[in-house]
């Protein structure tokens, strides 16, 4: 019955469970955020490596 539930008297969440919500919140959010950053060095990385091998390509289709 939703009279055993806790808080379920109560029309306001538990302060608790509400708390513990917003610090996983938090702390995914940032693991988000370093996920995303890093996602990004490595393209970063990827793009100067495959630019770098073009023009190693170009320099030795141009040699004599």
Same mark, same amino acid.
């Not at 019955?1 to 608790?16: E, F, I, K, N, T």
């Not at 996920?35 to 190693?56: F, I």
């Given at each position: 019955?939703? @009279? *055993?539930?806790?808080?379920?008297?109560? =029309? /306001?969440?538990?302060?608790? %469970?509400?708390?513990?919500?917003?610090?996983? #919140? $938090? &702390? #995914?959010?940032? @693991?988000?955020? #370093?996920?995303?950053? &890093? $996602?990004? @060095? &490595? /393209?970063?990385? &990827? +793009?100067? #490596?495959? *630019?770098? /091998? =073009? +023009? @190693?390509?170009?320099?030795?289709? %141009? $040699?004599?």
């Amino acid at each position: 019955m939703p @009279q *055993d539930l806790p808080g379920a008297d109560s =029309s /306001r969440p538990d302060v608790c %469970n509400v708390d513990h919500f917003v610090r996983d #919140l $938090a &702390l #995914l959010t940032e @693991q988000l955020l #370093l996920a995303v950053y &890093l $996602a990004e @060095q &490595l /393209r970063s990385d &990827l +793009e100067k #490596l495959h *630019d770098t /091998r =073009s +023009e @190693q390509g170009d320099e030795r289709r %141009n $040699a004599p």
